[in-house]
């Protein structure tokens, strides 16, 4: 897929959750007033933070998507690890509030002063938890045709806010039933879901930001391509680096010790270009050609 194909994929991704959460999180801020649900206002609060992340996003693919320049000669594919870092940090201070809020709740008794919610509370969370775990399973296919770091930052996103409908349904039950304390619970639940959520996107973007080697599997796939090439006799050394949600390679071959400089080019150059077409991810392939003096391990 090419650069211009993922930005309009991830483009189109992220306006269609902009406007889902919106209107998401209005609905559950007038029904946690109308039903007396702190948890749920919590999480209304939570879902209109989405939105915000949500336009990080845009703004980190728009730059990410950027050919490169002078002052950029590899490309600007980091400044997505840079937009997924920021979501971790505005998804953990969301969380923080919320875990916040619940704890002070408890601590100084606020709790049983709270109405009991009503059965719109129950209606609103239900409906908050399909829509996110819809828009979490939206955003993860999307994320995972464009391999984007900051939609699948977004994509939790929408999974935490999914869970903290969960303890927000468990909270108005809780204080229907008479347990006024567990919207407070709630709460503090839905406030360490969501710092777990941001310390996992956190760490991700920050591998992906200092040349962390590309997964095992497609690491594998690219020595057995390149030792399948015509005239590759060993993969002496391959080396794999994230850049962004790009790949570069780096491979030393090994090639009989007389061929012809041309010939042994040829090789190198066959080597690069089919990693490349077979690789969408890989954006760049550096081949070296050493001379092979030892039995080969592959018949030409």
């Known amino acids: 897929m090419q650069t211009v194909e993922l930005e309009k994929v991830a483009v189109k991704t992220a306006v269609v959750t902009i406007i889902i959460n919106t209107l998401l999180s209005g609905f559950k801020l007038i029904a946690g007033i109308l039903g007396a649900s702190y948890a749920l206002i919590s999480d209304a609060v939570h879902s209109a933070s989405d939105v915000f992340s949500t336009i990080i996003v845009i703004i980190g693919v728009k730059i990410s998507s950027k050919k490169a320049d002078k002052n950029h000669p590899f490309g600007h594919e980091r400044f997505e690890c840079v937009a997924a870092i920021l979501l971790s940090v505005v998804l953990f201070a969301t969380?923080?509030?919320?875990?916040?809020?619940?704890?002070?709740?408890?601590?100084?008794?606020?709790?049983?002063?709270?109405?009991?919610?009503?059965?719109?509370?129950?209606?609103?969370?239900?409906?908050?938890?399909?829509?996110?775990?819809?828009?979490?399973?939206?955003?993860?296919?999307?994320?995972?045709?464009?391999?984007?770091?900051?939609?699948?930052?977004?994509?939790?996103?929408?999974?935490?806010?999914?869970?903290?409908?969960?303890?927000?349904?468990?909270?108005?039950?809780?204080?229907?039933?008479?347990?006024?304390?567990?919207?407070?619970i709630a709460c503090i639940l839905i406030c360490l879901l969501i710092l777990k959520a941001s310390i996992d996107i956190f760490i991700d973007a920050v591998k992906k930001?200092?040349?962390?080697?590309?997964?095992?599997?497609?690491?594998k796939e690219i020595y057995e391509f390149i030792l399948s090439c015509e005239g590759v006799l060993n993969v002496d050394s391959l080396m794999t680096r994230m850049f962004?949600?790009?790949?570069?390679?780096?491979?030393?071959?090994?090639?009989?010790?007389?061929?012809?400089?041309?010939?042994?080019?040829?090789?190198?150059?066959?080597?690069?270009?089919?990693?490349?077409?077979?690789?969408?991810?890989?954006?760049h392939v550096t081949v070296h050609v050493n001379p092979y003096k030892g039995d080969a391990n592959k018949s030409e």
């Open 95 to 184: 969380g923080a509030m919320i875990g916040y809020s619940g704890i002070e709740n408890i601590a100084t008794g606020a709790y049983k002063a709270f109405a009991v919610p009503g059965i719109i509370a129950i209606v609103a969370a239900a409906v908050s938890i399909v829509t996110k775990e819809g828009m979490f399973w939206y955003t993860m296919s999307a994320a995972k045709k464009t391999n984007s770091p900051s939609l699948k930052a977004d994509a939790w996103h929408h999974r935490s806010d999914a869970l903290s409908s969960i303890g927000s349904l468990i909270g108005v039950i809780g204080a229907i039933c008479g347990v006024k304390i567990l919207d407070s």
């Open 209 to 219: 930001m200092t040349d962390e080697a590309c997964d095992e599997k497609t690491e």
């Open 244 to 283: 962004g949600n790009r790949i570069y390679v780096i491979a030393e071959i090994a090639c009989r010790y007389d061929v012809p400089l041309y010939q042994a080019h040829s090789v190198a150059e066959a080597v690069h270009n089919g990693i490349e077409q077979k690789f969408p991810l890989v954006k």
